[in-house]
Nanobody
Framework: QVQLAQSGGGSAQAGGSLTLACVVS????????LDWFRQTPGKEREGVAT???????DYADSVKGRFTISKDNEKNTLYLQMNSLKPEDTAMYYC???????????????????????WGQGIQVNVSA
């Protein structure tokens, strides 16, 4: 049984930084992606960053150069380091496990796909101007 437990988040001013964490356990696949998505009220959930279990990362254009996804394998914890935050980064953030059937590395998906197997509980990030 996959379990994802999120922590971190909170509030920051524009230009500031926050770190999100997601403890991941019980993934039943040999090839999978660990994703961060975000969602604001009235909008669809959007992909932000992805990391393949065997390495490789990808980012949405809106966060490229500002956000960094990483994983501590000893702690089974996925991270999203968010720097140079903007008010438009305000959203509920979710970590997710997505089964990967592709030939290459995971790529960020603009919207959740049917391959998303499990979600974290979500955590709010607020960025003020």
């Amino acid at each position: 049984q996959v379990q994802l437990a999120q922590s971190g988040g909170g509030s920051a001013q524009a230009g500031g930084s926050l770190t999100l964490a997601c403890v991941v356990s019980g993934v039943p696949y040999s090839r999978y992606c660990l994703d961060w998505f975000r969602q604001t009220p009235g909008k669809e959930r959007e992909g932000v960053a992805t990391l393949q279990n065997s390495g490789g990362t990808d980012y949405a254009d809106s966060v490229k150069g500002r956000f960094t996804i990483s994983k501590d394998n000893e702690k089974n914890t996925l991270y999203l380091q968010m720097n140079s935050l903007k008010p438009e980064d305000t959203a509920m953030y979710y970590c997710a496990v997505r089964r990967w059937r592709g030939a290459g590395l995971c790529t960020v998906v603009p919207r959740p796909t049917v391959e998303v197997y499990s979600w974290g509980q979500g955590i709010q990030v607020n960025v003020s101007a």
